[in-house]
Nanobody, 117 residues
Framework: QVQLVESGGGLVQPGGSLRLSCAVS????????MSWYRQAPEKAREIVAQ????????NYVNSVKGRFTISRDNAKNMVYLQMNSLKTEDTAVYYC??????????WGRGTQVTVSS
């Protein structure tokens, strides 16, 4: 069974930090590009960050560049999203995804991130 399980979400004040984790099982992890998506209330799901299967390249949506960092540990089948300098507009459900290039294949169930005073 393929499983992607996110953790690390929660409530944080503006300017604070969180680190999201995604534990992956049931697939050959090192063959997949990994991404983080998010979906805010009444907005479309958007890709936030992506890392290649061997971790040699990353991409970010412009709104999080310089604040978020995606990383992976292929020995542990884990992917992470370090989020710094959080803003209220970062509030969303964050989803872990395994895919190939621009094609998503597997989704986690999401973890809520709320940035509020």
């Amino acid at each position: 069974q393929v499983q992607l399980v996110e953790s690390g979400g929660g409530l944080v004040q503006p300017g604070g930090s969180l680190r999201l984790s995604c534990a992956v099982s049931g697939i050959t992890f090192s063959r997949y590009d990994m991404s983080w998506y998010r979906q805010a209330p009444e907005k479309a799901r958007e890709i936030v960050a992506q890392i290649t299967s061997i971790g040699d390249s990353t991409n970010y949506v412009n709104s999080v560049k310089g604040r978020f960092t995606i990383s992976r540990d292929n020995a542990k089948n884990m992917v992470y999203l370090q989020m710094n300098s959080l803003k209220t507009e970062d509030t969303a459900v964050y989803y872990c995804n395994a895919g190939v290039g621009a094609t998503p294949h597997y989704w986690g169930r999401g973890t809520q991130v709320t940035v509020s005073s």
